[in-house]
């Protein structure tokens, strides 16, 4: 299959399947959507969505994180996984976001990615879904679906990104974004995976025909 009748079966199915996809990450605002996203670094969104409540009990916002200590921090968000750095990390960007930008999260992919422990990833997270603004952040799971497709060559994230950029419309990108997470969750998981459960790849390779609806 060529890459452009690739890109429109693609786009096709996963609207079919995940018409209105959820957000999976809980979240009130951009604050708590930009700790939630650094929290889910090397953690399940479903362990994020156990430990965010507790945090955000306390403080929800960056003028009540400040008043936390790292320490406190790190004893509710242990969970996630390497908590002492991102427990630093959360107090700190809190202290810049009141000292740089009024205690609000800028809608600027450059300045979020100035803030401690906002990767490129994570600032295109929160574009996407805090501020509605095209992007096209690269987790393992698109990172994974788009070598499978054989739509980018798998050597690097960057790659991956740039390659996703040029195949699909920009329109698609916030929904398409998480449609590709869904699926690859669902059908095609980086272990474990049942080839015959990953109609998409069977289909774009050539090795189904038809799909049985």
Request: aromatic content about 8%; some cysteine.
């Amino acid at each position: 299959m060529k890459k452009k009748d690739a890109v429109a079966f693609i786009l096709s199915e996963l609207e079919r399947l995940y018409p209105n996809p959820p957000v999976p990450l809980d979240h009130k605002d951009a604050y708590t959507l930009l700790i939630a996203v650094l929290l889910s670094a090397q953690c399940t969104d479903a362990r994020v969505n156990t430990v965010t409540p507790k945090l955000f009990a306390l403080a929800d916002n960056p003028f009540e994180m400040v008043k936390l200590s790292a320490a406190q921090i790190e004893a509710i968000i242990r969970p996630c996984g390497l908590a002492p750095a991102k427990s630093k990390h959360i107090h700190r960007l809190s202290e810049l976001l009141i000292e740089l930008h009024g205690g609000a999260v800028p809608a600027s992919l450059e300045e979020l990615e100035a803030l401690p422990g906002v990767g490129h990833k994570t600032a295109g997270v929160v574009m996407i879904q805090a501020f509605g603004v095209p992007a096209f952040p690269v987790d393992t799971h698109i990172h994974r679906m788009m070598y499978r497709w054989g739509l980018s060559t798998g050597k690097s994230v960057e790659q991956t990104e740039r390659d996703a950029k040029r195949l699909f419309p920009e329109s698609t990108w916030i929904k398409l974004h998480l449609q590709i997470i869904f699926y690859a969750r669902e059908y095609s998981p980086a272990r474990g995976a049942l080839p015959e459960r990953d109609f998409v790849t069977m289909k774009i390779s050539g090795k189904i025909k038809s799909l049985a609806r």
